[in-house]
């Protein structure tokens, strides 16, 4: 029985999805889909707060790449090998050579694997703040104001800003949306 092994691909950025796609053709015309039984793009959902609504859009983790699970019994498969580098965007393997390379290690795949489920059931927010970044206020009664952040509620998309206003520092509660890095 094969063993399974998962390799990474260099791959032009921004086009990793048709490039997966037209990989999957390249093997499905050859007959060989059997031995690639997974293409990963590795990605996160991120969220924003746009115009007042909360967004959700899909962000790559490691733009560039991507994951191939392969059956293979010791090297890769001549006829897959040849099927990924016929592929148009694809530049090669990482790790080993470009004729003989050298499958990813399975904890790290599978930490990989485990990392893409886990952010599905939860985005992350595009415009992550710590406490002590510097901001602009972008609306509301203090607009155009500038301050530090103080505490950060990421659950709520909340920030707790300190503004100076007449000579005197007050914290204001701000919506993730309402303010900008500075």
């Known amino acids: 029985m094969a063993n399974k092994v998962w390799y990474a691909l260099r791959a032009q950025s921004e086009r990793e999805e048709k490039i997966k796609d037209g990989l999957q053709a390249r093997l499905r015309a050859k007959g060989i889909e059997q031995m690639v039984p997974q293409i990963i ?3 996160e959902n991120v969220s924003e707060i746009r115009e007042g609504k909360k967004r959700v859009s899909q962000q790559k983790m490691f733009p560039g790449y991507i994951l191939i699970e392969v059956e293979a019994e010791g090297e ?5 090998w040849f099927a990924i580098m016929d592929t148009p965007g694809i530049s090669g393997f990482v790790g080993g050579s470009r004729l003989k390379p050298v499958p990813l290690d399975e904890t790290e795949v599978q930490r990989i694997i485990d990392d893409i489920e886990a952010r599905k059931e939860k985005p992350k927010p595009k415009m992550e703040f710590q406490a002590g970044d510097r901001v602009r206020i972008r609306e509301g009664s203090f607009e155009n104001f500038d301050g530090t952040v103080e505490s950060v509620d990421s659950t709520k998309w909340m920030l707790k800003v ?10 204001v509660e701000l919506e993730y949306s309402k303010v900008e890095k500075i």
């Open 162 to 171: 300190r503004v100076s206003i007449f000579g005197r520092d007050t914290s």
């Open 76 to 80: 890769l498969p001549q006829d897959v």
């Open 41 to 43: 793009v590795p990605a």
